[in-house]
């Protein structure tokens, strides 16, 4: 849940849920605090007719036989009783009592009291979540005068509460809460889904510059934004060919020259300078190798397949131990991954011969994690500085304490390593070891067939 919400989908669909309920229960207390005073006005209205009623039917009633009367009479929220023998202070006159004195005339004598019944101020249970939990309308107490001068006592209550279902309102809120939590999420998988798209499309491209282009399908919006990434995966795409190329094409001229000045040098007679020009030319002929390699690492034409981590990792290490290097294999991942053989074997190559070329040894610990394969790589070197960790991946850098011209290398061997394993949604970390050495850390994804 956690990471539903964290993400885009999870958070747009909030905000539609969220924004709707809002606005659902904004317009439910409007429209219940407008029936609630529609209520009021209409019960104000029928108080002021029920109490004029009550009045008169009550002044025509024997004085002895009022409180019988009242008795049998006083239903509903308007009551007349007898008036008590305490008195109140008298208030301002209200729109209700000025409406009654209206309508009794002058024959009788309507005074508002400042007290008011206890039932306003009693909250009501209501089965409306939105309703008012104090009666709105008229509540109040007066005192009349009768026509033969004796004081009665007139309450305007509250009125009784209808009887209604406990869960009433909850049983008619949950199906629309169901029904807009529906919704939002239709309309935020309509919406996020062409996002995906593209964020899939932009992952396949890391992973292959020669994916399929996305379908124009969709909205408009939608089609000019899958042309535009089309357009520039097809722009990206002639830059690396161009680039690889230009490469390939100038390694490969180099070739020749370099042959004719090997050739040529068999004719020095100084055997010393034979020596060091024979070295020069042989570090030339080893920068352009690699130089034509780095080309390669970002050339994608080689075809996707499973490969066997386990049976990977075997075959480049008893070829290197078969070459006289001092490699070790620990560990078994026991998955399979999608990449291009010939590049994963260069790339795992470049990491153990860096390995063994500056740290006398590779240690090499392969082990599976959660939709992952941990290839771990440790030498015996001194080691790099941490604030060189992140350079040596950068093409030519060379640390003058353990990449030097006698040790050999051209500085591109991480930087090929680090374009392979990009390309196949790896990622490469280096770190100095606790006991000491250099470690290198591959981790690939693992393939899951039919996805």
Excluded at 25 to 31: R, S
Excluded at 111 to 117: D, E, K, S, V
Excluded at 284 to 310: H, N
Excluded at 364 to 370: G, Y
Aim: glycine fraction near 6%; hydrophobic fraction near 45%; charge should be neutral.
């Amino acid at each position: 849940m956690k990471a539903f919400l964290g993400s885009m989908t999870g958070r747009v669909f909030m905000v539609l849920l969220l924004g709707v309920v809002a606005s659902a229960a904004l317009t439910q207390w409007l429209a219940v605090g407008e029936r609630q005073r529609a209520i009021a006005q209409y019960r104000d209205y029928h108080a002021v007719e029920r109490a004029e009623q009550l009045v008169m039917s009550t002044d025509m009633v024997p004085l002895a036989s009022r409180a019988a009367y009242l008795k049998v009479a006083n239903k509903g929220s308007v009551r007349l009783e007898l008036r008590p023998d305490a008195q109140h202070a008298i208030g301002t006159p209200t729109e209700f009592s000025t409406a009654l004195q209206a309508k009794l005339g002058e024959a009788f004598k309507v005074t508002a009291l400042a007290q008011r019944p206890d039932a306003c101020v009693k909250p009501q249970k209501s089965p409306d979540l939105f309703s008012p939990k104090h009666w709105g309308g008229t509540c109040e107490s007066l005192d009349v005068r009768m026509q033969d001068g004796h004081m009665l006592r007139l309450l305007v209550l509250p009125p009784r509460q209808p009887a209604f279902a406990e869960h009433n309102d909850w049983m008619t809120l949950l199906p629309f809460l169901i029904s807009i939590a529906i919704l939002a999420y239709l309309v935020t998988r309509m919406t996020m889904r062409p996002l995906k798209q593209l964020a899939q499309a932009a992952k396949d491209l890391g992973n292959d510059i020669n994916h399929p282009p996305l379908a124009l399908t969709g909205a408009s919006e939608i089609r000019q934004a899958s042309a535009a990434f089309n357009a520039m995966q097809a722009r990206i795409r002639q830059h690396i060919f161009q680039r690889t190329q230009m490469l390939a094409a100038i390694t490969h001229d180099l070739q020749t020259p370099l042959t004719r000045l090997r050739l040529r040098l068999e004719k020095v007679a100084d055997s010393d300078l034979h020596e060091r020009l024979v070295g020069d030319l042989s570090a030339m002929q080893s920068m352009v190798k690699e130089g034509l390699d780095l080309a390669r690492s970002m050339d994608s034409t080689e075809a996707m397949q499973a490969l066997d981590v386990d049976s990977l990792l075997d075959s480049v290490c008893s070829d290197a131990a078969d070459a006289g290097q001092n490699v070790t294999l620990e560990g078994q991942a026991g998955m399979a991954l999608m990449g291009r053989p010939i590049a994963m074997r260069r790339c795992l190559v470049n990491l153990i011969d860096n390995a063994v070329k500056y740290g006398q040894y590779a240690q090499v610990t392969v082990e599976r994690l959660a939709g992952a394969a941990r290839i771990r790589i440790r030498d015996g070197g001194p080691g790099i500085a941490p604030d060189q960790l992140s350079k040596v991946f950068e093409p030519f850098y060379r640390i003058e304490t353990s990449r030097s011209r006698e040790s050999g290398g051209t500085g591109l061997g991480l930087t090929i390593a680090r374009n392979i394993a990009e390309q196949h949604g790896a990622t490469v970390l280096l770190s100095n070891h606790v006991d000491g050495g250099l470690e290198v850390t591959l981790v690939v994804p693992q393939y899951y067939a039919g996805k």
